[in-house]
């Protein structure tokens, strides 16, 4: 199977960043569509489209769509979550710097669909190109009535605005990124049922809806094509239709984005990106947070949501790292750990505690200290966290280290019972920090 | 609990009020009044404010720039300052050099070589990470995942990302840099700041 280019069919052509050359390749065609339907048949057709949120949950995004309240009483926002920071995913910051008019169109067709008047793109605050690139097409989209008062002649109404955050991956969780957006530091809330949905109560305890650049952006075509056209793409699968955008990266041949249909192997994804410089050891298929696999589950893995649960891991946001055989796994989770403990928010003890418990465990093993008993401890740990925590950081700190375990235990064992890495290649040896280098020579 | 004592003891110290100089520029000021029109409250201009004051303020978040943010939009110091320092990209610590050279070791880079980038820029700077060079020029970070790992080894100077780097790519980078007079840390605020405003809002 080869790419499938939906959302990146013009991607390179730099003249799809202007309003003009946007038009010129049919832009727009979905929201003049949906400003002549009802609200709800615009929400009718997401629903049979299929699609599922592409920031990592794979919530079904007209569910959220048609949760907002239909009677109007306070002012309803829109929010896209572009704090993209997940290790491993790069696929947003791609999507708003070369196909902006695809997010603005996107989001002005759920502007339409869930009466909001006001939106907020939250970029990572590193995304400067992407943003600078947002901007202009934001203040061209203004200048010829595509955003702002009476667009098109409709009466909608819609302001869109750029908010930069400030360095925090958390900010990317929704609830915490609401928080940020309001001013605060980037902490989550309560969440249903001990609090309301954003849905009903979001920013400034209004009716607000928040998705992914990815999901906004597939809108458009939806909308133009229809619904039931687009679920014939991954139809393959059991519940996951669509295209899907993956960063490869590692020791890959072609490092990048690419576009493939649910139902693609994952091998054929690896195939795509040029193949592996070395022999495939282990693949985290979708961003950090998610269990890695290895070399032999990779080959039976599909591209699904529900397909890549039967080997153990999940698409997640897309994030998709393919390594060789000289990674070490104990290193690889070691700085997987330092990942989470750095950006746990310290809200709540089982993750700000947890993480950096795990950590400290991890730094002694990869330094050559590890003591028997440290994959028991590690194990017990991620178990405190998982399913505990306040918010979905917790357990996304705790199923890499526990998967790493699963799928490579004689690497830790190994390591504890040496005091050194199985993997003894001068590759290995080059990759190590400085103060683990003890732990990865023969002498 | 000694220990906690202390270090609230050198936490920099907030201005007194009637202490108060407010440095920011007519341009800082018209940039802060087009912010508080896109959200309903003046809360939320806090990080945007912290953006303006980076920049007005040499690239530091000093005690004084919270505490003109915090004037300026009627917020606490306290309440300022919380957030400033929740957000790794402001720099509240300490002043950086005119260059923040910030190094992803994330997953993908560190599989890619970036801890011998890391070695590398320590030993031609002769400094440690988190440390700036005597001369004010460099200061050198790792980062968490820069969200390019199909550049890896990848870091970033002010607001352009550079990579995949290797010894010699840093070779050239330094030799850059130092030619460079603007401080890239103020560019990347400053390049923040006006991404967030209109074409017709710009001052
Ligand atoms: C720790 C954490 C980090 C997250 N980071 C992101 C992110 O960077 N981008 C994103 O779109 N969603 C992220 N999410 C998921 C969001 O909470 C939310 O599910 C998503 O924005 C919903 O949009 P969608 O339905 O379109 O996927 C994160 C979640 C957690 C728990
Ligand atoms: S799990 Fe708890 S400490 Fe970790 S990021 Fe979420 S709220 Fe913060
Ligand atoms: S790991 Fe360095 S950019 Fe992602």
Redesign the pocket.
């Known amino acids: 199977m080869a790419e499938h280019k939906l959302l990146f069919e013009f991607a390179h052509e730099s003249e799809f960043r202007t309003l003009h050359g946007y038009l010129a390749r049919k832009g727009y065609e979905g929201l003049k569509k949906a400003i002549g339907m009802d609200r709800q048949a615009v929400i009718d057709e997401m629903k049979a489209s299929g699609l599922r949120g592409r920031g990592g949950a794979g919530f079904p995004t007209w569910i959220k769509w048609n949760g907002i309240e239909k009677e109007k009483t306070k002012p309803h926002y829109l929010v896209c979550n572009a704090d993209e920071g997940e290790p491993g995913t790069f696929k947003d910051k791609q999507l708003m710097e070369e196909t902006p008019f695809l997010l603005i169109e996107g989001m002005t067709i759920a502007a339409h669909a869930v009466q909001a008047d006001c939106g907020y793109i939250y970029i990572r605050g590193e995304f400067v190109d992407a943003a600078k690139s947002l901007r202009a097409a934001i203040d061209e989209a203004y200048q010829h009535g595509y955003l702002g008062k009476n667009i098109l002649g409709s009466g909608l109404d819609f302001d869109l605005y750029l908010h930069m955050g400030a360095g925090s991956y958390?900010c990317g969780?929704e609830s915490?990124l609401m928080s940020s957006l309001m001013g605060e530091r980037g902490?989550?809330r309560l969440k249903f049922p001990h609090a309301p949905l954003p849905t009903v109560a979001g920013l400034w305890d209004h009716p607000t809806i928040i998705n992914n650049v990815e999901t906004y952006a597939c809108a458009p075509s939806i909308i133009k094509n229809g619904g039931e056209w687009y679920a014939t793409l991954g139809a393959s699968t059991k519940n996951s239709r669509g295209t899907k955008i993956f960063s490869v990266s590692g020791h890959v041949n072609k490092p990048g984005n690419f576009e493939i249909e649910f139902g693609t192997s994952l091998m054929e994804l690896l195939e795509l990106a040029g193949g592996m410089q070395g022999e495939l050891k282990m693949c985290v298929p979708g961003g950090s947070s998610v269990p890695m696999i290895n070399a032999e589950d990779c080959q039976k893995a599909i591209i699904g949501y529900e397909e890549m649960g039967e080997v153990g891991s999940m698409v997640g946001s897309g994030g998709c790292m393919f390594f060789n055989e000289h990674t070490c796994i104990v290193s690889f989770t070691w700085r997987t750990a330092q990942f989470?403990a750095l950006?746990?928010?310290?809200?709540?003890?089982?993750?700000?505690e947890g993480?950096k418990w795990m950590l400290q465990i991890l730094d002694r093993i990869v330094r050559g200290n590890g003591q028997p008993g440290d994959m028991d401890l590690l194990m017990s740990i991620t178990k405190q966290?998982d399913g505990r925590?306040?918010?979905?950081?917790?357990?996304a700190?705790a199923w890499p280290v526990a998967g790493a375990i699963k799928k490579f235990p004689h690497e830790f064992e190994y390591f504890i019972q040496h005091g050194r890495s199985m993997v003894d290649t001068p590759e290995a040896r080059a990759l190590a920090p400085r103060l683990h280098q003890r732990a990865f020579s023969s002498v | 609990m000694s220990e906690l004592i202390q270090v609230g003891a050198s936490r920099p110290k907030a201005p007194a009020p009637d202490q108060l100089e407010l440095r920011f520029s007519a341009k800082a000021i018209s940039e802060l009044a087009a912010l508080r029109t896109h959200y309903p409250d003046n809360k939320s201009c806090i990080l945007p404010g912290l953006w303006i004051a980076q920049r007005e303020y040499g690239g530091y978040l000093s005690p004084e720039a919270i505490a003109e943010v915090a004037h300026r939009l009627g917020h606490s110091y306290a309440e300022v300052e919380g957030v400033a320092t929740f957000y790794s990209m402001y720099t509240t610590a300490h002043a950086p050099g005119r260059h923040m050279i910030e190094v992803c070791t994330c997953l993908s880079c560190h599989m890619c070589g970036a801890y011998r980038i890391v070695d590398y820029l320590e030993e031609t700077l002769g400094i440690g990470l988190g440390e700036t060079t005597a001369d004010g020029m460099f200061t050198i970070h790792e980062v968490e995942c820069l969200d390019a790992c199909d550049r890896a080894p990848v870091l970033q100077v002010g607001d352009q990302y550079i990579g995949p780097v290797d010894t010699s790519a840093i070779d050239a980078l330094l030799n850059k840099l130092r030619g460079e007079t603007n401080s890239t840390v103020v560019q990347l605020a400053d390049s923040i700041v006006q991404v967030h405003l209109r074409d017709t809002e710009k001052a």
């Open positions: 958390e969780e915490a902490m989550p989470y950006e746990s928010c310290g809200k709540c003890t089982p993750c700000r993480t966290i925590s306040f918010c979905g950081l917790g357990d700190a």
